[in-house]
């Protein structure tokens, strides 16, 4: 499920992205960059100040890029990790239906090296889908004594089609909502064990119970679908030492 182009995250290798070999004959390729008008970012985010690069950064859970796409039959995302070797996942929505079989884990991602993740396989070239991709795991900086780095950087989308149109393979996204709610809290918010269940209570493997949570379900972004409105979040299991 996890690839790697083994490409640094400086401007010489993201050129590699956009030039690099393409896929098999009779395939059509194209690279949608993080700063195209029909890509929608919710959450907390920032552009990367750098001039060599192209990338969107974010670590706070429930960040989500959306997007509608036609011509493709394979769609992956960009992605690299920065600073501590910590996991963050995310859970992949098509057409507002959640993909169970498949989720994306930077567990085994090396630090500053873009990975190419798939997000939707198999798909009808001549047919519109709309994808999410949501981040449900918390960011990992909490210390009472120094900052610890640790985010993700979204270098854009990766199509791949055959006998479809690539020339224009994003569709403008429906009109945002006129609400906008900020939600500002702690291991509830972040939906903390929110996915403990008897089954999987006793197999928590090296993240603890931190493997075992997803801001997808937790009361926040349940809050502001219900509002129809878009939201930024700031939450986290914050421990502090005296």
């Known amino acids: 499920m996890l690839r790697?182009?083994?490409?640094?995250?400086c401007w010489a290798a993201l050129l590699c992205?956009?030039?690099?070999?393409?896929?098999?004959?009779?395939?059509?390729?194209?690279?949608?960059?993080?700063?195209?008008?029909s890509l929608k970012y919710e959450g907390r985010y920032a552009w990367n100040q750098s001039s060599n690069i192209n990338a969107v950064s974010f670590?706070?859970?429930?960040f989500r890029i959306s997007f509608c796409v036609?011509?493709?039959?394979?769609?992956?995302?960009?992605?690299s990790s920065i600073g501590l070797e910590s996991p963050h996942r995310f859970?992949?929505?098509?057409?507002?239906?959640?993909?169970?079989e498949n989720t994306i884990d930077t567990a085994d991602a090396e630090l500053d090296i873009i990975?190419?993740?798939?997000?939707?396989?198999?798909?009808?070239n001549e047919s519109v889908y709309?994808?999410?991709?949501?981040?449900?795991?918390?960011?990992n900086f909490n210390s009472a004594y120094k900052d610890q780095i640790n985010y993700v950087q979204f270098h854009g989308i990766e199509l791949i089609g055959v006998g479809g149109d690539l020339t224009s393979p994003l569709q403008p996204l429906h009109g945002s909502p006129r609400r906008k709610i900020e939600f500002i809290g702690d291991s509830i918010m972040a939906g903390y064990m929110n996915l403990c269940g008897e089954e999987n209570a006793g197999?928590?493997?090296?993240?603890?119970?931190?493997?075992?949570?997803?801001?997808?379900?937790?009361?926040?972004?349940l809050v502001a679908e219900s509002f129809d409105a878009e939201y930024h979040a700031i939450g986290a299991c914050v421990v502090l030492h005296a």
């Open 203 to 221: 197999d928590l493997g090296d993240l603890g119970a931190y493997a075992l949570e997803s801001f997808a379900l937790a009361w926040p972004l």
């Open 91 to 100: 859970w992949i929505y098509v057409n507002d239906t959640l993909l169970e």
């Open 130 to 139: 709309c994808l999410t991709l949501i981040k449900i795991s918390e960011s």
């Open 70 to 79: 036609t011509g493709a039959q394979n769609v992956s995302v960009l992605l």
């Open 59 to 62: 670590d706070m859970p429930g």
């Open 17 to 37: 992205v956009l030039l690099g070999p393409g896929p098999a004959d009779g395939h059509e390729w194209s690279h949608v960059l993080p700063n195209h008008t």
């Open 115 to 124: 990975y190419s993740y798939p997000v939707a396989t198999s798909l009808n």
């Open 4 to 9: 790697s182009w083994c490409w640094s995250w």
